[in-house]
Nanobody, 111 residues
Framework: QLQASGGGLVQPGGSLRLSCAASGFTFSSYDMSWVRQAPGKVTEWVSTAFVHGDTTYADSVKGRFTASRDNTKNTLYLEMNNLKPEDTAVYYC???????RGQGTLVTVSS
């Protein structure tokens, strides 16, 4: 089970930190990803946090977003800075190797 949280309404240029609590599987053994879906658009990959600690990002968020994981807490994080209106979406976490995703959290960037 995957449960994202931490979303909300923020002004352009603001910051948010998302969390994703994982349960029911060995979190430390899986690469984990963040994806997002804006209204009326297809799902977009945002970032992957690999088992060995490396991270990778979509060009649209590179330099602004930072993914991390705490395997002792079975939690994935996404630190989002300098948010833009185009970042508005429902954010989900998922096992990178799986098509299913947990419950998302809505991020709205608007003045």
């Amino acid at each position: 089970q995957l449960q994202a949280s931490g979303g909300g309404l923020v002004q352009p240029g603001g910051s948010l930190r998302l969390s994703c609590a994982a349960s029911g599987f060995t979190f430390s053994s899986y690469d984990m990803s963040w994806v997002r879906q804006a209204p009326g658009k297809v799902t977009e990959w945002v970032s992957t946090a690999f088992v060995h600690g490396d991270t990778t990002y979509a060009d649209s968020v590179k330099g602004r977003f930072t993914a991390s994981r705490d395997n002792t807490k079975n939690t994935l994080y996404l630190e989002m800075n300098n948010l833009k209106p185009e970042d508005t979406a429902v954010y989900y976490c998922k096992k990178t190797s799986s098509t299913s995703r947990g419950q998302g959290t809505l991020v709205t960037v608007s003045s």
